[in-house]
């Protein structure tokens, strides 16, 4: 990762999401952004972003979102 650059991970299964979050924050060089970067929402000890950051979205998730289900999301970036 750049030391700009930013990782923004996702998905609509939260133990999936929750697990990738844990793996993330046990890297010693990543900082959570989540909080910082916008609007969030509290599930399974989290805190994820409500919009997706890169100001577009994917065919799954605008799927998920039609249904009125949640989409997990979380950005780090390098300490």
Do not use: I
Not at 3 to 26: I, K, N, T, Y
Not at 71 to 77: D, E, N, S, T
Request: net charge negative; hydrophobic share 35%.
């Amino acid at each position: 990762l750049p030391p700009d650059g930013r990782l923004f991970v996702q998905s609509d299964v939260l133990d999936v999401a929750a697990q990738m979050r844990r793996e993330l924050e046990a890297c010693a060089r990543l900082q959570d952004l989540t909080e910082p970067e916008g609007e969030v929402f509290e599930a399974k000890g989290h805190a994820w972003l409500c919009v997706n950051p890169n100001g577009f979205s994917t065919e799954r998730e605008r799927y998920v979102l039609n249904q009125d289900l949640p989409v997990y999301r979380a950005l780090y970036g390098r300490k």
